[in-house]
């Protein structure tokens, strides 16, 4: 399995070019509070701290896309990166919520996660009939999502990235996803399926950047969710899926896997590549 699998990364998602392959995370970090929301403007007003060498604590408007404004509350505290656009306005991207008590959940939940993976030693890879592991991220509204709130569905879950560039790869996955989200929907079955994508580059694609590719592809998130969080977290997930991935910044090369999961947590079948017929998961989904 293991063999085949690294034969089959050498054609997963990479840059375009080499320049793409340069793309980091752009931005300088900071910290602060939200004062108020405006998505008529599109900006956040926030009263952000000190950023040593280049702007001293004070109140300030940010410009912030569709997804991160949508998240955003007045109120909360926030993390995130600010960019100097050419025109000299100011925006925040990539934004994360301070928020305690979630974190505390999905760090115990990664915890866990790390400690059954090396428990597991050379046998962390489950197979067809093996149930999925437990596990905790962050959905694109920023909320935290056990993986049990789930039981008593079928699961569809898989691994993509936004900034991939090979169409037949993760975009080719997210269609595929769709088609079995609408044609489940068309057997009257919605009530039995939830839709999972996970993340390769949660660096990047935090939850107002998953949140975005969900909307701009017009997807239904009633039941499909965009879930980031930890890296320690979801290598483990790769690994005890059989998911290969080697990032530098940007650059991931990887295999991609679909599972479908029964209502107890078990994985009952799997299909490896982006290439996969809709109709062998519908069937097993609405039957």
């Given at each position: 399995?293991?063999?085949?699998?690294?034969?089959?990364?050498?054609?997963?998602?990479?840059?375009?070019?080499?320049?793409?392959?340069?793309?980091?995370?752009?931005?300088?970090?900071?910290?602060?509070?939200?004062?108020?929301?405006?998505?008529?403007?599109?900006?956040?007003?926030?009263?952000?701290?000190?950023?040593?060498?280049?702007?001293?604590?004070?109140?300030?408007?940010?410009?912030?896309?569709p997804g991160d404004?949508?998240?955003?509350?007045?109120?909360?505290?926030?993390?995130?990166?600010?960019?100097?656009?050419?025109?000299?306005?100011?925006?925040?991207?990539?934004?994360?919520?301070?928020?305690?008590?979630?974190?505390?959940q999905v760090t115990a939940a990664a915890a866990a996660l790390r400690e059954d993976t090396t428990i597991r030693g050379r046998n962390a890879y489950r197979s067809v009939g093996e149930n999925l592991p437990d596990f905790a991220l962050y959905d694109q509204t920023g909320a935290v999502v056990d993986v049990s709130r789930f039981r008593g569905k079928k699961v569809l879950l898989n691994f993509i990235y936004t900034r991939c560039p090979i169409a037949t790869m993760c975009p080719a996955a997210t269609i595929n996803m769709m088609a079995v989200q609408s044609a489940v929907a068309e057997a009257g079955k919605s009530d039995r399926l939830e839709l999972i994508s996970?993340?390769?580059?949660?660096?990047?694609?935090?939850?107002?950047?998953?949140?975005?590719?969900a909307e701009v592809r017009g997807i239904d998130t009633t039941n499909f969710s965009f879930l980031t969080g930890p890296e320690s977290a979801i290598k483990d997930l790769l690994r005890q899926l059989g998911v290969l991935a080697e990032v530098e910044g940007p650059l991931i090369s990887h295999t991609l896997a679909t599972l479908l999961i029964d209502e107890k947590g078990r994985i009952i079948d799997r299909a490896d590549g982006s290439q996969w017929d809709v109709t062998q998961f519908v069937r097993k989904i609405v039957r």
């Open positions: 399995m293991t063999a085949l699998l690294a034969v089959a990364l050498t054609v997963g998602c990479r840059p375009a070019t080499k320049e793409d392959a340069k793309l980091e995370v752009p931005g300088r970090p900071v910290t602060g509070q939200i004062i108020k929301v405006d998505a008529e403007r599109g900006t956040l007003l926030v009263d952000h701290d000190e950023i040593p060498d280049y702007m001293p604590a004070m109140v300030m408007e940010f410009h912030a896309g404004l949508a998240n955003a509350v007045a109120g909360e505290r926030i993390r995130a990166r600010l960019i100097e656009d050419t025109d000299g306005t100011f925006r925040l991207a990539h934004i994360w919520k301070v928020d305690a008590l979630a974190a505390s996970i993340t390769f580059d949660p660096e990047f694609d935090t939850p107002g950047v998953l949140r975005d590719y």
